[in-house]
């Protein structure tokens, strides 16, 4: 089977997630498009809800000169799942190439061969730059058999102040190897909830010593910079379907938080998927 570790390309620190610009006839959302392209950063892509792709071809259209490299959500449960997601992308966003393809489902497909060889000629055509595991806690199991095959560039998962979704031993093995690995959700929102919205979970009540300890200016630098500190992320993705929100997150300090802080973060997430 191919492998296609190796050859990530280097991310900006922050990612802009698309899940908060759905809405095509909504043009503060191709605004907001907009603005993260004149910022330069990489965009993470799936088309939530049939409407983030029609944004996003609306916003390349106007400023084809900062198209931005684009992570983008593709099926990888079967070959030709494989072939009608890349076309579906490249025409319905006007991209001409994918940057990193996010290949999602992958422990469920069948014909995991024929998928790798169809991976190698998608790359070897330059319409695909690189690869990487769209991963959900269930999939750790797998996530450790394809980083000891070499098989993907990365891995892409919940990863903030809130969740970690892959298991203990999974991570852990990722960490050793220095493996790449993009961090989603920058704010939180599945298991863990949104570390900014839900003031009176559990989880931010036990995160709230640690983010006292950090120093940060406000709770949303403190989402970023964890995240950031961890020597194996490439990059944390965040959505957001607002302009001032936006500039918040792509403005604040990205500096590593100190040693003790994420090594207390991290215990927190030792902790809470061990009682999963």
Same mark, same amino acid.
């Given at each position: 089977m191919p492998s296609f570790a190796g050859s990530l390309p280097t991310l900006t620190p922050r990612t802009m997630g698309t899940g908060g610009i759905t809405d095509p006839s909504n043009l503060a959302c191709v605004r907001i498009a907009r603005a993260a392209m004149d910022a330069g950063v990489w965009f993470h892509v799936a088309d939530y809800g049939g409407g983030v792709y029609a944004v996003l071809k609306q916003a390349f259209a106007e400023d084809l000169a900062h198209m931005p490299p684009c992570i983008v959500k593709i099926d990888g449960i079967t070959v030709q799942g494989f072939h009608d997601s890349v076309a579906d992308c490249l025409r319905r966003t006007g991209l001409e190439r994918i940057a990193i393809g996010q290949v999602c489902g992958y422990p469920l497909c069948e014909e995991k061969e024929a998928l790798a060889e169809a991976l190698a000629e998608m790359r070897t055509r330059g319409v695909i730059g690189s690869y990487i595991m769209d991963v959900i806690f269930p999939y750790s199991a797998a996530v450790r058999e394809a980083v000891a095959a070499h098989i993907f560039d990365g891995y892409i998962f919940y990863l903030n102040v809130m969740e970690r979704e892959?298991?203990?031993?999974?991570?852990?093995?990722?960490?050793?190897?220095?493996? +790449?690995?993009?961090?989603? !959700?920058?704010?939180?929102? /599945? $298991?863990?909830?949104?570390?900014?919205?839900?003031? $009176?979970? +559990? !989880? /931010?009540a036990a995160l709230e010593p640690l983010y006292r300890q950090s120093g940060c200016a406000d709770r949303l630098e403190f989402c970023v910079r964890f995240p950031l500190s961890l020597p194996t992320v490439c990059t944390t993705i965040g959505s957001t379907g607002s302009p001032e929100n936006l500039q918040a997150f792509l403005s604040v300090d990205t500096a590593p938080l100190d040693a003790d802080v994420v090594a207390g973060i991290e215990a927190l997430h030792g902790q809470w998927n061990a009682e999963r």
């Open positions: 892959l298991s203990n031993a999974a991570y852990a093995q990722l960490v050793a190897d220095g493996t +790449p690995i993009l961090a989603m !959700r920058t704010f939180g929102g /599945r $298991d863990g909830a949104n570390y900014l919205k839900n003031a $009176d979970h +559990p !989880r /931010r």
